[in-house]
């Protein structure tokens, strides 16, 4: 059952049987169905999401729909982490967009391993520089990436996404309208066909 969260855990730091234990320790579970929030506007992101099984989304929502930031599956870390570290109402939402199987670990007990040991401190490190470098790319890309661009390297990144979600939150997450990535998987199937 934590086969997942282990192998995530060691895929960033070299942890201990120890260490691995002290943070399985910490670790609450918690489910969420199919389009339930784990996070919605207003509310402080009190920890951080492992997780183990399904899938997230992450969105912000305006007067002209909603706009996906990001999404975590299997071993990935999600949360809204200004709204965590500042412990402040965050502007966005979190919502399961399949039946979930999840482990939170809450800003006490991350600071908390902290002090603990420094492979801790690495760890929280490392989540932060992934989800800086993340947003920072993300921005780049929707402000000198072409739609079909930004279509190709999702495809080329994280080819299950294809899988696993619908074309419309596919498109939110390219910044484009469903009909929009159509044509562009329409154009991109006839160049692979000739």
């Known amino acids: 059952m934590y086969e997942v969260i282990t192998q995530s855990l060691r895929k960033l730091v070299d942890f201990t049987d120890e260490e691995l234990f002290l943070f399985m320790q910490r670790l609450k579970p918690v489910t969420l169905k199919k389009y339930a929030f784990y996070l919605k506007e207003g509310q402080v992101c009190k920890a951080m999401v492992l997780v183990n099984k399904g899938g997230l989304r992450y969105f912000s929502r305006s007067e002209k729909g909603d706009y996906t930031i990001g999404f975590a599956f299997e071993g990935e870390w ?3 982490y200004e709204s965590f570290l500042l ?68 495809l080329t990144s994280q080819p299950h996404i294809f899988e696993r979600l619908p074309q ?27």
């Open 168 to 194: 419309h939150l596919i498109a939110s997450y390219l910044g484009i309208q469903p009909q929009s990535l159509s044509r562009i998987r329409a154009k991109i199937s006839n160049v692979k066909l000739t």
């Open 78 to 80: 999600l949360g809204d």
């Open 87 to 154: 412990q402040s109402p965050s502007p966005d939402f979190i919502e399961a967009i399949e039946d979930c199987e999840l482990f939170t670990l809450n800003y006490a007990d991350m600071h908390g391993l902290y002090e603990h040991s420094q492979r801790f401190e690495r760890f929280g490190r490392l989540i932060a520089e992934k989800l800086f470098i993340d947003t920072a790319k993300s921005k780049r890309n929707l402000m000198i990436q072409s739609a079909e661009e930004r279509y190709l390297e999702l």
